[in-house]
């Protein structure tokens, strides 16, 4: 009896020692499983961390690359709105300095259009009032020879040339009976131009002049031109407050002292009707009253 119940008592025990061992070994591989479980859990997560790790260290470098970028365009703009500030200073100080009469200007184009047709309309009447002069000087004066007496116009000025040969005899000063006659003729167109002064000049040619009180050229040019002068003023009435004697001896020639016809042609009296610009300027402030 007693040797059934130690039997029993020792396979209770064995019994009972097998279903805990069997309990902890349960146990252990459900801590196992778990472990691995939570391993395999741990390497998800790692590999998910390195994933992201990765994408962040991509999104940086992208994000560096575009600031970089950025910065070279702010440095680039700030380079170049240096200039552009310089140069707008710069336009600033032109705007501001001559601004004013820039709009001055723009707004006179109207006046300074209407001031220009004046002008114009004034010099295209200067040179019919001139070229009417010239006509009533040819006129006056016939068919003369045009190496006797050369009436033209030149910028805007009526010249009268006469010849010495028709003026005075070789070397001398004193007006000739027919240049006298020819002289009136001229006179009376001037006196009938009330508003015109002139200038009569004495030119000679370069050879060597010198008789009595008469040292050189620029005394016989002078004598001639006063010769002249003096005819106009006492026998045809010319007001010698109209006229100017000058010599120019042989520094004004208009041909070749070189040849004898060359010099004949710079032997002359000029008569150069002075242009009035007085009267000129009243065209221009008037040029329809004219």
Known sequence: ?????????????????????????????????????????????????????????????????????LEDQLDFLKTNNS????????????????????????????VKDSYIKNLQAALNKKDSMN????INLKSAV???????????????????DISDKMLFNSGSYDVTEHAKTVLGKVAKVLINQPNIEFMVE?????????????????????????SVVRILQNTYHVPPEKMTAAGRSQYVPVED??????????????IVILPQLDQFF????????N
């Not at 019994?15 to 479980?37: D, G, P, T, V």
């Not at 068919?143 to 805007?156: A, F, M, R, S, Y």
């Open 1 to 69: 009896m007693k040797f059934k119940q130690i039997v029993f008592l020792a396979l209770s025990s064995m019994i009972l020692f097998a279903c805990a061992s069997s309990k902890k070994l349960k146990e252990s591989q459900k801590k196992a499983a778990e472990n691995e479980r939570k391993a395999a859990q741990c390497d998800s997560v790692q590999q998910l961390l390195r994933l992201d790790n990765a994408k962040l260290k991509q999104s940086h470098d992208a994000d560096m690359a575009r600031i970089k970028t």
């Open 83 to 110: 200039q552009v500030l310089g140069d707008l200073k710069d336009l600033s100080v032109i705007s501001g300095s001559q601004a004013e009469s820039i709009k001055k200007s723009l707004d006179n184009i109207g």
């Open 131 to 134: 070229m009417a002069l010239v």
């Open 142 to 160: 016939g068919n003369l020879d045009d190496k006797d007496i050369n009436i033209k116009v030149e910028k805007g000025v009526v010249y009268v």
């Open 202 to 226: 004495g030119h000679t040619d370069n050879v060597p002049f010198s008789r009595g009180p008469l040292t050189d050229n620029w005394d016989l040019s002078v004598k001639r031109a006063t």
């Open 257 to 270: 002292n070189d040849s004898k016809a060359g010099r004949a042609a710079n032997r002359r009296t000029r």
């Open 282 to 289: 009243k065209l221009l402030e008037k040029p329809g009253n």
